[in-house]
C-alpha cells in the first residue's frame, strides 16, 4: 500500500488521505536518500519505527508530522555466518569489498551509487555497521576514504550488477471516468496472465 513519508495512505487517485495511516511490511514510501523510490521493508525492526512515526501523525497537528526516515537494516546469520547490512544494496551501481577478505569470510561489502555510500553488508563484522550507517546518513563519497583496520591495499569497485528494476504495476493500466472534477476515478486494470 502506497504512502507518504508520514506514513499517510495515497488512494487509488494517489491523493494523500489524512485519516488512514500505514506501518510494517504492507507499506510503500518514497525514502528521501534512495532519490525517493518507494520502499517496502520487511523487518520487525522497520514495523516498529514505522508505527512509532504513524501513531504521533495521528495524533500531531499537520506543523508537527514526523518523516519516516528510518535507514533500513536487516540481519540473518547463515550457516554460522552473521551477516548484516545497512542501507538499501539493490540501490547501487558499484560496490567495493572496504574492509576484511572475502577469502576468510569476514568482510564489509560497501555499496555505492552516483559516487555516494548507498549501503554496507557485513560478514562476520558487525561492529563496522553503525560507521557506515553515518556514511550513508551524511551521502559521503564512494568509494570510501578513510584510513581503518583491515583495508585492502587496493580498493577497486566493480559494478554492482543489481538487475533491473521492475515496476509494481508494470503494464497495468488505469482506466480514468467522470467528467466533473469530483466525479473523476482511476482504476487500476491489471493486464491478464
Known sequence: MGCDAGCRVFDINGVVT??????????RFPHPA?????????????????????????VSDQTRRWAHLALPVFWSSQFGINIKSVGVPTFA?????????????????????????????????AMWLEFYQRMIERAAPFPPDFAMVGRPAEMLPVPAEVPPRIAV????????TGHDPSERRATLVRPPQ
Open 169 to 176: 504495476a508494470q503494464g497495468a493500466t488505469v482506466v480514468v
Open 34 to 58: 534512495y532519490e525517493f523510490q518507494f520502499l517496502t521493508l520487511e523487518h520487525w525492526g522497520n514495523a516498529v519505527a514505522q508505527a512509532e512515526i504513524a501513531a504521533h501523525n495521528m
Open 93 to 125: 551501481d558499484e560496490v567495493v569489498i572496504a574492509q576484511g577478505s572475502v577469502a576468510e569470510r569476514r568482510f564489509v561489502a560497501v555499496y555505492g551509487y552516483r559516487g555516494r555510500v548507498t549501503a554496507a553488508v557485513t560478514f562476520d563484522q
Open 18 to 27: 489524512d485519516d488512514i495511516f500505514v506501518a510494517g511490511d504492507v507499506a
